[in-house]
């Protein structure tokens, strides 16, 4: 004998499921929105009758009706970037289990790019956004967090100290370059970031205050500005041998620079540590397993995508939120050593 068909979701309603569940339609429609706590028995009975009628509730449409599209947009810096990758992986990994579905989009390091990407997802109907890092200049921000509840991780925006989630980029930087200045350097290199771009000012900034408390003089000679890339890093140690520059250390911009740096003294001969320390800043996965081990200033890149995705799901929700701390720690490995 054939087997009947399922039933079709088309004809399923909330009073057929209702029957099946022996529940009230109210509670139906609870387990439905997740808006208020339902028995476990009862829900259990709800998901099984929705599973046995091949129902699959229009996510979008019972959102609107709620008033939210239950979705939160994410726009990325840079996809191929570890340490935006870190964030985004932590807010994935809180967004998961709740209402809330995420919509990345990427700003490719580009302001332009960016701010399309954002006015994208703003015509999605998004309920909030999570911005990583970025360049974006701030009439622009005010004018999106007058549009809706907005929360900035990897970024430290002055007027939005209850809703940017950082690592001090400046007070990491001068830990990593005073690092340096202890174990005997005096000629220490600074590979940049992107140079107009916030993190990249403010670690030069770091790096130029250790040299100026040491009582060492900046050279600009020993400054080359990179991209947040190995291949930057690869032409900066190019720079600087093309200078005939005598340095011994090398502050790198962020961990991905630095890795291209190593490759670059590596070709010339030049070994690390024992004859120029290298230190990076992230300290992303990679860094512990380089040869040698990079010496980094750590930013827990999961952690603050996490505190970033709590927070907003609460600012959407008009709930109270706490924006935790995050320090700069100096992670030292073999990468550095004393100077000889």
């Known amino acids: 004998m054939k087997k009947p068909a399922a039933p079709s979701r088309k004809n399923v309603t909330i009073n057929d499921i209702a029957r099946q569940a022996n529940v009230s339609k109210s509670t139906v429609s609870r387990v439905l929105n997740d808006s208020t706590p339902v028995n476990e028995d009862k829900r259990t009975a709800v998901l099984e009758a929705m599973k046995a009628m091949n129902f699959e509730p229009n996510i979008f449409a019972r959102s609107l009706a709620g008033g939210q599209t239950k979705t939160i947009g994410i726009l990325t810096q840079n996809i191929g970037s570890p340490f935006y990758d870190g964030i985004s992986q932590g807010v994935l990994s809180r967004l998961t289990g ?32 999570i911005l990583v890092g970025g360049r974006l200049p701030m009439d622009q921000l005010q004018d999106l967090r007058e549009r809706l509840p907005c929360v900035a991780v990897g970024r430290k925006i002055d007027e939005w100290e209850s809703q940017c989630l950082y690592v001090d980029n400046e007070e990491g930087a001068f830990q990593a370059t005073n690092h340096l200045i202890e174990l005997g350097h005096r000629k220490i290199a600074h590979i940049t970031g992107i140079i107009d771009h916030p993190d990249s000012i403010h670690r030069l900034e770091g790096y130029k205050r250790a040299l100026q408390e040491a009582s060492i003089a900046f050279d600009e000679d020993m400054i080359c500005e990179g991209l947040f890339d190995g291949e ?9 041998l093309s200078r005939s520059k005598d340095f011994t250390a090398i502050f790198a911009a962020n961990d991905l620079t630095a890795f291209g740096a190593r490759l670059a003294l590596y070709r010339q001969g030049i070994s690390v540590p024992e004859d120029v320390s290298i230190i990076g800043f992230d300290d992303q996965l990679e860094a512990s397993f ?32 706490e924006i935790p701390d995050f320090p700069p720690e100096l992670i030292i490995r073999e990468s550095t050593q004393e100077v000889k």
């Open 98 to 129: 709740t209402s809330y579905s995420p919509i990345f989009a990427d700003g490719q390091w580009k302001p332009e790019i960016g701010y399309a990407a954002l006015e994208t997802l703003v015509g999605r109907k998004v309920d909030g956004l």
């Open 232 to 240: 930057s890093g690869v032409k900066a140690i190019e720079t600087l």
């Open 290 to 321: 380089a040869t040698p081990p990079l010496t980094s200033v750590r930013q827990p890149a999961k952690e603050m995508g996490e505190a970033a995705a709590d927070a907003l799901v609460k600012l959407i929700n008009k709930q109270s939120y």
